[in-house]
């Protein structure tokens, strides 16, 4: 379903100099769809969830996929964010998918690393032996570390880009032959 197209119609102009030499795929990547919106909106919630906070520890404030890890897996996410908004731009909607799946297994493995060391964190911590000012804080730290929204985000935006694809799979536009 096409929303709304930009450029000029005039002489010259690039819609119809698409048309004229034939370049379907220079006509859909000046074209905005629900499936490129979708994208860039997945995109954006992507590239945005790298920076927002994925677990509050007390004491320390929220921690971030950028650094978790040494980073790489906000690299990663990044980089696929990059990914699907290019192939949304170009043109290739349909391939937005890959991005979106790749990015929900780095958000997996992250949620299952991170997962980890909060419960390792928690069992070395052990539980405070009664007026001990250290077991308090072991026990402060231990109960109050959370997850927070930044999962959310990542989620919602990886499933943008999966959606995206479906959509442009199913409105038969992008097709990708690379």
């Known amino acids: 379903m096409r929303l709304f197209s930009y450029g000029t119609t005039g002489w010259g102009g690039t819609?119809?100099?698409?048309?004229?030499?034939?370049?379907?795929n220079a006509e859909m990547a000046m074209t905005w769809t629900v499936a490129k919106l979708t994208a860039l909106g997945g995109a954006a919630l992507l590239a945005l969830g790298a920076f927002l906070p994925l677990v509050?520890?007390?004491?320390?404030?929220?921690?971030?996929?950028?650094?978790?890890?040494g980073g790489w897996g906000g690299y990663a996410i990044l980089a696929l964010a990059a990914a699907g908004a290019a192939l949304a731009l170009l043109g290739?909607?349909?391939w937005t998918m890959l991005p979106g799946i790749a990015a929900l297994g780095v958000a997996a493995?992250?949620?299952?690393?991170?997962?980890?060391?909060i419960e390792r964190a928690r069992l070395r911590?052990?539980?405070?032996?009664?007026?001990?000012?250290?077991?308090?804080?072991?026990?402060?730290?231990?109960v109050n570390s959370s997850y927070s929204y930044g999962w959310a985000v990542l989620v919602f935006g990886a499933l943008g880009l999966v959606a995206a694809g479906l959509l442009a799979w199913r409105e038969g536009r992008g097709s990708g032959d690379f």
């Open 15 to 24: 819609r119809r100099r698409a048309r004229h030499c034939g370049d379907v």
């Open 56 to 69: 509050h520890v007390p004491k320390r404030g929220g921690v971030t996929l950028i650094a978790t890890d």
């Open 92 to 94: 290739r909607t349909r």
């Open 109 to 117: 493995y992250a949620f299952i690393r991170v997962s980890t060391e």
């Open 125 to 142: 911590l052990g539980g405070g032996i009664g007026d001990d000012p250290i077991g308090q804080l072991q026990d402060y730290v231990r």
